[in-house]
Nanobody, 125 residues
Framework: QVQLVESGGAYVQAGDSLRVSCAAS????????MGWFRQAPGKERAFVAV????????YYADSVKGRFTISRDNAKNTVYLEMNSLKPEDTAVYYC??????????????????WGQGTQVTVRS
């Protein structure tokens, strides 16, 4: 069973940039589609970005398109989320997730069967 550990969350100011990481262990990382989701205070967890196993297919939520970049390094078993031009509304706990049992890349949470514990990103205005 794959284990996921996020890191890099921080308290930043609006307009700043931040990169969060997610390290995987216990599985075959290169076989998994990897996603980032976030949960803001008082809201449900929502899709942010997803990257396919090879990195050749990527999707973003409209709210982050043009500001966030998802990438992966299969040699390091790590997926990244580079966040630029951060806004207060980006404040959330950011979770990475692995889709281990499907060849179809998904933006739906129920498709993901391994989750990290989350990392807090707080953006001050």
């Amino acid at each position: 069973q794959v284990q996921l550990v996020e890191s890099g969350g921080a308290y930043v100011q609006a307009g700043d940039s931040l990169r969060v990481s997610c390290a995987a262990s216990g599985g075959t990382f290169s076989r998994y589609h990897m996603g980032w989701f976030r949960q803001a205070p008082g809201k449900e967890r929502a899709f942010v970005a997803v990257i396919s196993r090879s990195g050749g297919e990527i999707y973003y939520a409209d709210s982050v398109k043009g500001r966030f970049t998802i990438s992966r390094d299969n040699a390091k078993n790590t997926v990244y989320l580079e966040m630029n031009s951060l806004k207060p509304e980006d404040t959330a706990v950011y979770y990475c997730a692995a889709e281990t049992n499907s060849v179809v890349i998904s933006r739906t949470q129920r498709a993901y069967d391994a989750w990290g514990q989350g990392t807090q990103v707080t953006v001050r205005s």
